[in-house]
């Protein structure tokens, strides 16, 4: 019985200070995460050719105990898809790798705040979704 005890008093003694030390590594550190999700799709002609577009919606959340001044999204795309049209950020594309620069009106993004963004992706499905990077911009 003693022995349980004493394991049991290891690891409430251990736990408060592992939790100690990720908070003051997460307080100091700006973290933000991003999730794709096409929403929308559908299929018209132009010159003669069938042409698909996606309607694309990404989830940007701040993460971390602090303001995010501005954030930076990269990606890269499974295939030959774009951007057609940008409905909010500024986006560049070389290639099939993306990036998105956040705007003033998402600025600054405070701990725990969520915005969302969206944009039409021409081309087929982007199956996989591409994993997208967030990253506080200081």
Sequence with gaps: MRSRL???????????VIVAILGVEAAGASTCTATYQEVNSWSYQENGSWVTDNMVEISIKNTSTSIIDEWQLNWTWPGKQKVAV???????????????????????MKP??????????RGASAAPAPTVTCTPVQ
């Design 86 to 108: 940008s409905l909010a950020g500024r986006m560049d594309q070389s290639g099939a790798d993306v990036t998105v620069h956040s705007n003033g009106s998402w600025n600054p």
């Design 6 to 16: 004493a394991g049991a008093l290891g690891v409430v003694v251990l736990a408060p």
């Design 112 to 121: 725990n705040a969520a915005v969302q963004l969206a944009f039409i992706q």
